[in-house]
């Protein structure tokens, strides 16, 4: 099973999860690591995994 993932609906989640997360009282420098480090370092293995499929 191949999961595709449309860029406007990712971008959109990210989106409201960060306003969420601001909401919530996550600072702008915490919110700047989750989606810089681990998001990004995720969106790469799965981006390798779409490849070798």
Known sequence: MVLRVDHRSLAFVVQRQTV???RRGCSERDIAK???G???RVLG???KLATAL
Request: net charge negative; charged share 15%.
């Open 38 to 40: 681990n998001f990004l």
């Open 20 to 22: 969420e997360l601001l």
């Open 45 to 47: 293995e799965a981006q």
């Open 34 to 36: 989750l989606w810089g």
